[in-house]
């Protein structure tokens, strides 16, 4: 890791020269930075895609971005965990940024399951650091709402929400409660159901990759 960066990361190769879109893919709990590497595997030869890895060590190549205990009510997260590796990657889009001169207009951050959480939670706490955020299998913590913007900041943001049908580890319910908060914060999104359990499938990378062409494009 380079000391100008706080985190950890691998970027698609060939990384391209002078970069004119960011794309930053967040791990899902005990996952890591490798685990994404083929979701977008047909972005623009000018989109710099890096994938951080999560800052706590959950065993073996096992990273995350906070602690969660799955219960009979849902899942409980360790909010301080959560809320830390929110502002570390505020503090890593930026660094990102400043490094490859990228605007935030060009900047999508998208990520699986508790990577998806985290998207969501960086973008609507901070849009002016984004275009966009996605939400692959994942879900809008309630906990940020304090740190949501007013409705005016976001509303240039784009959202995209993929979600299985038969999920049984974040049910489908959290895809429509997600789809709902950005309703009623006025953030332009698309929101697509799959016949599919926890995962990513190839019509959801397929779905998510032209969603994130558009936004690089600016469609």
Known sequence: MSEQFDLMFVSKQPQPKKP???VVLLHGVGGN???????LADASPDTLVVMPRGPMAMGAGQYGW?????????PVINEAE???????LLKFVAQLQSAYGISAEKTVIAGFSQGGILSASVGLSAPHLVAGFGILSG????????????KAQLAHLCAF????????TLPVMWAHRSDEVLQELGVK???????????????IQADFSCWVHDIASGV
Do not use: C, W
């Open 82 to 88: 959560a809320e830390q590796s929110r502002q570390t």
């Open 66 to 74: 906070f602690r969660v205990n799955f219960t009979s009510t849902g």
């Open 161 to 168: 929400i993929g979600h299985g049908e038969y999920d049984r």
């Open 189 to 203: 999104h698309q929101t697509r159901l799959y016949p599919m359990d926890h995962g990513i499938s190839a019509t």
């Open 33 to 39: 930075e490798t685990n994404l590497v083929d979701l």
């Open 20 to 22: 004119q879109a960011l």
């Open 139 to 150: 879900r809008i913590l309630p906990e940020i709402k304090p740190h949501v913007a007013e």
